[in-house]
């Protein structure tokens, strides 16, 4: 894991900016990786964290939810994926993870660069833009 970040969009930017750097592999493969969120040691408040970050090769990124308090899902979509929307298959698993009572944000890092997020279920599949900065 990797953190504290003070906010759930700063590790989930955080994350994205680990895949980028990484010869924007982004570009030809799906990864993914879970934002957790942690009671400081002194009750004080929040941190936040991202999971080490899987590499899905050539199809879909798979990823085990953690036993943690999980606050996002975040993923990116290769170049193949020429609308940079969301696919079908993350609506389903946002409404599985729902429905397990497990409601998460869904953050994706499209082809061309740009973050989206989806907070429910009417977001899909265009999902709506959060700046990186």
Same mark, same amino acid.
């Given at each position: 894991? *990797?953190?504290?970040?003070?906010? @759930?969009?700063?590790?989930?930017? /955080? +994350? #994205?900016? &680990?895949?980028? /750097? ?7 493969? $799906?990864? +993914? #990786?879970?934002?957790? !969120?942690?009671?400081?040691? =002194? ?5 936040? #964290?991202?999971? =080490?970050?899987?590499?899905? +090769?050539?199809? @879909?990124?798979? !990823?085990?939810?953690?036993? $943690? !308090? ?5 993923? *990116? ?5 020429? *609308? ?5 298959? =993350?609506?389903?698993? #946002? ?9 998460? /944000?869904?953050?994706?890092? *499209?082809? %061309? +660069?740009?973050? %989206?997020? &989806?907070? @429910? $279920? ?6 709506? =833009?959060?700046?990186?900065?």
């Amino acid at each position: 894991m *990797t953190g504290p970040f003070s906010s @759930e969009l700063a590790a989930v930017r /955080a +994350g #994205f900016k &680990a895949i980028m /750097a990484d010869n924007n592999k982004q570009h030809y493969k $799906e990864f +993914g #990786f879970w934002v957790i !969120m942690k009671i400081k040691a =002194d009750k004080s408040g929040v941190n936040f #964290f991202y999971t =080490d970050i899987v590499d899905g +090769g050539s199809g @879909e990124v798979s !990823m085990t939810v953690p036993h $943690e !308090m999980v606050r996002a899902n975040c993923h *990116t979509h290769p170049k193949r994926y020429t *609308t940079g929307n969301f696919s079908t298959n =993350d609506k389903k698993n #946002f409404k599985m993870l729902r429905d397990k009572k497990r409601a998460m /944000a869904f953050y994706l890092l *499209t082809p %061309s +660069g740009s973050i %989206s997020v &989806a907070n @429910e $279920e009417k977001d899909f599949p265009g999902g709506k =833009d959060v700046p990186w900065s």
